[in-house]
């Protein structure tokens, strides 16, 4: 179980949505897409209004403080029962506290998000993200836990109607979870050709290679969707993770990162902090420790509650 949320946790955090049923103050949303994390819960915690809540449970998300992040979700949601974004994170908040909790009670956890990912959907059926997120659990978890295949692309077929990539990128999902890493691959190919946002179908299939071991393969797909012309900036933060993660050109990450950091375009679902930390691991991968520990303290500076930062800093001092 615990392995099972955490693959569900890692799609979640690439699928963060921003549209909302309330108006996001732009202020905090700005500390939130800087990845500000230390002033926005400053400016968060002396509100009760459900929006500045769910805010906050974001804030407390990014920085993988799972009971936090429940414990204000919950609240944003009693306030403001109707709202399906609200339902969307608490699912996430679910998920990946379940994915850190002890296997007697990931499962109940688990089931939770499981309830809050299928009420977003039920009172936003044209929800991309609520669809997908659904889907992806429906693909990882067990039936006894409401998991199924056949479930995951019957979602498929609704988030067709309004994103033919992402109904791709399920099917994807499906059909390496049936070990058919060929009709994996083709699906991931197509979701690039209808993609609206090519850059990212080309980093999906970035993270298809790099886990069946074919790194080179690998590369050259993060480079595809490098020298697309319109990619977003938060592609540099993708391709940086993707190269990390495939122990592939560490100098290259580190650039990338950087040309992020400078881009002025930061996104929530790619917060500065979390840039900063990662330039921390290359930096160690390379060597130099001096540099790991400055771009650790700068993540701290950023946000203090993320506990991998304090830990990895730890450990070069």
Sequence with gaps: MKLVMTKLSVACLLLLVVASTSVADPAVMQLLSRGRMNEAVSVLSNRDDAESLNLLSRAYFAMEQWDDAVKCGERALSLEPGNPTYHLWLAREYGRKAGDSNPLVAAGIARKAKSEFERAVQLDPASVPARVDLAQYYTEAPAIMGGGLDKAQAQAEQVAKYDLAKAHLVLARVAEKEKQYGEAESQLRAGIKDAKNPADAWLQLAAFYRNRGRLDDMQNAVQSALVLPSKPAESYFD?????????????????YLQTYLASGQLVEGAPAFRAHYLLGQLAEKMGNGAAAASEYEASLSLASGFVPARKALSHVQ
Excluded: H, K, T
Aim: hydrophobic residues 40%.
């Design 239 to 255: 391709a940086a993770r993707e190269l990390y993660l495939g122990s592939r050109d560490f100098p290259g990450a580190a650039q």
